[in-house]
Each structure stands twice: as C-alpha cells, then as structure tokens.
C-alpha cells in the first residue's frame, strides 16, 4: 500500500493492517521528511488515546492528517507503532514492481 498527498509519497508498505477501514503503515514506513509535529490528542473508546502528526509537503500543511496509537488498549494491540492516514491522504496499493 501506498500513502500520498500532495503528489508526494508519505508512506509505502506491503505490511499494512486494516481496522475499520483504515489502512495502519508501520511507522518506519513513514516519509518523515514530510511528518511534522501536532500536539492534537483524540480518544477511541476501544483503541485509546490517539496522537497526530501533521504532513508538510511543498510548502503546504495538512493538520493533523495522521494518526497513530502511542500505547493503545490490549483488544488494539495490532495498530502499535503504527500510522493511519486521512484528511485528502490518498492509500491505494502500490503498484507491482
């Protein structure tokens, strides 16, 4: 799978896992050339406390258009050290080498 806005790549694996629709990259899958820092915090009844990161890419922001689950609960143990995308983040799967 692969992640981009903003016609920039921001992630890219073949290990993503899937909850609730979303597609979780591993962390070191992240592009953090284009990942800066969000202090936004959401909570999930069932995954926990979520944190965000924003996405600078060519001049532009994207808020908070990623987030991850720093020590979710045990039922969403799948999603640590993993990334989710949305806010215009495109995912779709990568194309075959």
């Known amino acids: 799978m692969k992640a981009t806005w903003n016609g920039v790549t921001i992630a ?3 290990e993503t896992v899937v909850v609730e629709g979303n ?41 908070d258009a990623a987030w991850y689950y720093p020590d979710p609960k045990p039922e969403a143990d799948m999603v640590k050290g993993r990334v989710a995308f949305w806010k215009g983040v495109s995912v779709f799967p990568s194309p075959e080498a």
Not at 44 to 51: I, L
């Open 23 to 63: 597609h979780y990259f591993p962390e070191n899958a992240l592009n953090r050339d284009f990942v800066t820092f969000s202090n936004h915090r959401t909570t999930c009844p069932w995954k926990g406390q979520a944190s965000y990161y924003s996405l600078l890419v060519k001049g532009e922001l994207n808020t």
């Open 12 to 14: 890219e694996s073949d």
